[in-house]
């Protein structure tokens, strides 16, 4: 039986959280942390209780990483089981991760910097996750919201072949578009969508490239769908999956149009989503009322003010320790002794565990595992290197449009796009600044392999170059940023479900001592990230999951009425 069937006394480790760029900035970190050893020793108890729980935060190989998700997983145990002892390890010296919000002193005032995430979705039922969280953590007024009717909003660009191509809005808007370069071929495509013949039954999956091309066209491919994947996974869309990336889609081909189901009020929700809207809805009228009408949202002291509540939130409580500057580097498991975890950090004391979540990145986790319980599926997740470059002038209004910012498709040519740069964000048009503030997005999938980079002087050049190119910027930037994101993004390629799958029946291996959860598994936005800790603490304390990746056997979709 599962041996966590009555979750008793617990004592929880959660090593995890943020820690700040690295390698190419405006000014170098080095940390020195303490290498540590984390040893699985598995106990069953007679009663099936559960004596500690080990949550790693998300290990990468080089520098550093987000970790929103082993704050939250922390957060959560600490909501839903107060008497265990929660243990957060996080080997930087820093919590708060890719939401990592830089404060620079100028001639304005304090101009803020985001070097990872900025922007939060609310309306998907993961966004109600977060919701929740940021009114239990009381940060309603911190909250900037940006509204559906904004230029932030409304206005999205596409830079293609070689001008910004502002993107219709509404259907209307596309059927009166057709000379825009980047919509050319998009409505023949839309209107054979429902007339293509369905995969054959044995296609499992396949790129999001081949997918659309084969659904709709090559252009629609290349040019609009390839952008989008830019600004999210920064991507590219002939390894991305589209089972992944696309449930809903991938499943209404079964049925026939994409186009159709599309149009059909009918959405497609798994039950887990059906249980999370329904038990989320009724705790957040009132904060769910404010946000009515928002696009997306961030808060006044940025991004990071939600990372920092968590910690301090979690300060307070009697039963965590955060622990900083402690590395976690392999993890024993003596199956046959039946002892919880040990843990060993800095100066080598072990410490005890039960049990283990890890929010690491797969990869990264793997490495820890002994061998013999090793998963190539984990060991799959390949993530990309994001150069992001934060510019700021000091004469207002100086972009020649208004808008969330432009993506630039793979399909763009060479000569236009040298820097290999994804997107830019006009950022000042998201939350309030002095001047005008952007952030430029180089690397993703085209520096796949790479294992150089330009420095902080070069990727500032190819910036202020691209900026210069595309939107006619000449002033010099009063304040420039320049953060290496390195492996910041994983990448959801082909057969990703199928991999997590079998990752899921590897971990079963640990007999439920063992669960994961964060960015390299079931989406990469935020509120995915603190959905799957919240699913992950849930599933632990109620013994209904055994690693974190059970949805993935056999996903039960629900089409709503
Ligand atoms: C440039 C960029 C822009 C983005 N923009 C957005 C956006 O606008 N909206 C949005 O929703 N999402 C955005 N994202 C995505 C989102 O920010 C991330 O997916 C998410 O923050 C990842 O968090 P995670 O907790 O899943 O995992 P991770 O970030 O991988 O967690 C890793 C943690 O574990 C710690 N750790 C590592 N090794 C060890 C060890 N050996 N021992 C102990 N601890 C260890 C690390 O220091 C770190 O703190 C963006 C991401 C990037 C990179
Ligand atoms: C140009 C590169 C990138 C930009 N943002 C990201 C990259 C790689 C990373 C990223 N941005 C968002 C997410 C979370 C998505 C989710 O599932 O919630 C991630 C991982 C948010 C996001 N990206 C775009 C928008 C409009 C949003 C916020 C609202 C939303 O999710 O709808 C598209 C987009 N990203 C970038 C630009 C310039 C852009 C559109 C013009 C930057």
């Given at each position: 039986m599962h041996p966590m069937v009555k979750p008793q006394k617990h004592r929880l480790l959660i090593p995890s959280s943020l820690s700040p760029a690295s390698s190419v900035r405006s000014s170098r970190t080095t940390?020195?942390?303490r290498q540590t050893s984390l040893r699985y020793l598995h106990r069953t108890t007679p009663t099936g209780t559960i004596e500690s729980v080990a949550v790693l935060g998300s290990l990468y190989t080089s520098c550093m990483c987000g970790g929103i998700t082993g704050l939250s997983a922390a957060w959560y145990l600490s909501k839903l089981a107060p008497s265990v002892p929660v243990t957060l390890y996080e080997k930087l010296d820093r919590l708060g991760g890719w939401l990592h919000t830089k404060r620079v002193e100028s001639e304005d005032g304090i101009i803020q910097f985001e070097q990872g995430p900025r922007t939060i979705r609310p309306w998907t039922v993961s966004g109600l996750v977060t919701i929740d969280m940021i009114r239990q953590l009381d940060l309603e007024k911190e909250l900037i919201l940006i509204s559906k009717n904004s230029p932030a909003a409304k206005n999205r660009f596409i830079y293609f072949p070689d001008r910004l191509n502002q993107l219709p809005n509404s259907l209307l808007s596309v059927l009166l578009s057709p000379n825009l370069p980047v919509m050319k071929g998009v409505l023949s495509g839309v209107l054979a969508e429902p007339f293509r013949k369905r995969r054959p039954a044995d296609l499992t999956d396949e790129s999001v490239g081949s997918f659309i091309s084969r659904r709709f066209n090559k252009a629609l491919a290349n040019n609009l769908v390839s952008a989008g994947l830019h600004g999210i996974y920064a991507g590219d869309i002939d390894q991305l999956s589209a089972k992944s990336l696309f449930p809903r889609f991938w499943m209404a081909e079964e049925h026939g149009s994409l186009i159709r189901s599309a149009l059909s009020n009918k959405?497609?929700?798994t039950e887990g989503d059906q249980?999370?809207?329904?038990?989320?809805?009724d705790d957040n009228v009132g904060i769910c009322g404010r946000m009515e009408g928002?696009?997306?949202?961030?808060?006044?002291n940025g991004i990071e003010t939600l990372s920092l509540a968590l910690a301090r939130d979690l300060e307070k409580s009697p039963n965590v320790t955060i622990k900083t500057g402690a590395k976690l580097d392999n993890i024993d498991y003596v199956k046959t002794q039946g002892l919880p975890i040990n843990i060993t950090e800095g100066t080598n004391k072990a410490a005890s565990y039960s049990h283990v979540i890890s929010t690491l990145f797969a990869p990264s986790l793997n490495s820890l595992l002994p061998t013999p319980l090793q998963s190539p599926s984990l060991a799959s997740v390949q993530a990309v290197t994001v150069l992001v470059v934060n510019l700021y002038y000091r004469t207002p209004n100086l972009l020649p449009v208004q808008g969330f910012g432009y993506l630039i498709p793979r399909s763009v040519p060479d000569s236009e796009n040298p820097e290999k740069a994804l997107g830019v964000i006009f950022d000042s048009d998201t939350t309030p600044s002095p001047g005008t503030k952007v952030t430029v997005m180089m690397g993703g999938h085209y520096w796949q392999g790479r294992t150089s980079y330009?420095?902080?002087h070069e990727a500032v050049k190819m910036a202020i170059t691209l900026l210069q190119?595309?939107?006619r910027i000449t002033e010099t930037p009063a304040l420039?940023?320049?953060?290496?994101?390195k492996d910041c993004i994983p990448q959801y390629t082909v057969g990703h479900d199928e991999r997590m799958e079998t990752a899921h029946e590897d971990l079963i291996g640990f007999n439920g001592r063992l669960s994961v959860a964060g960015n390299s598994y079931s989406g990469v936005g935020l509120n995915d990230c603190v959905r799957s800790a919240r699913d992950v603490v849930k599933g632990l304390l109620s013994g209904s999951s055994?690693?974190?990746l059970d949805g993935f056997k056999d996903k039960q979709w629900v089409s709503l009425k």
């Open positions: 940390h020195s942390h959405t497609m929700e249980t999370t809207r329904a038990e989320l809805r928002t696009s997306v949202y961030s808060f006044k330009p420095d902080q190119r595309h939107l420039t940023n320049v953060t290496l994101q055994l690693t974190g």
